[in-house]
């Protein structure tokens, strides 16, 4: 009888730091980025495009650089631009890129990368971890900060 009543407390005792532990990650899921060092100079790979996953092997990658520039290669063609935080909206373009085609999905994967660049209304940080979010609040891009070099812009 007194075993079970310890192992009932200490069931409840882990219940109760897993619930503290989660509620912490909750509170910072949405730690919105409304400065520039919390997104510069750090190499992002994209995660998830939407809810679709992007392979690690992916040559996609965005950097955000202090003076308001970004460069980064679609899978396909490099890319580059200007972009904006203000008051923790963040605006990305017009992008530019260069020309070069590609096989599917390769192509549409970039074009829909982009499209959902261009669609970013805000930025939110954890650790090593970005998503850029449509005016709706919904996830456009998930990033993880890579050490892989940039390609060139």
């Given amino acids: 009888m007194k075993s079970t009543v310890a192992f009932m407390f200490f069931m409840l005792f882990l219940a109760g730091i897993a619930f503290v532990n989660l509620r912490g990650i909750r509170?910072?899921?949405d730690a919105l980025v409304t400065t520039v060092s919390q997104l510069a100079d750090v190499a992002w790979r994209p995660t998830h495009l939407g809810e679709m996953t992007i392979d690690e092997e992916s040559e996609m990658r965005i950097q955000f650089?202090?003076?308001g520039q970004f460069g980064g290669h679609g899978g396909c063609n490099?890319?580059?631009g200007?972009?904006?935080?203000t008051d923790g909206a963040l605006v990305i373009g017009p992008?530019?890129?260069?020309?070069?085609a590609?096989?599917?999905p390769s192509?549409?994967?970039e074009m829909s990368y982009f499209?959902?660049?261009n669609g970013t209304k805000s930025a939110h940080r954890i650790g090593n971890r970005l998503a850029v979010k449509n005016d709706s609040g919904e996830n456009l891009v998930r990033f993880v900060a890579t050490d892989r070099d940039q390609p060139d812009r």
């Fill in 102 to 104: 590609c096989p599917e």
């Fill in 78 to 80: 490099r890319f580059f």
């Fill in 27 to 29: 509170d910072t899921e």
């Fill in 115 to 117: 499209e959902a660049l």
């Fill in 95 to 100: 992008i530019g890129a260069t020309r070069m």
């Fill in 65 to 67: 650089e202090v003076t």
């Fill in 82 to 85: 200007s972009y904006e935080l």
């Fill in 107 to 109: 192509m549409s994967m």
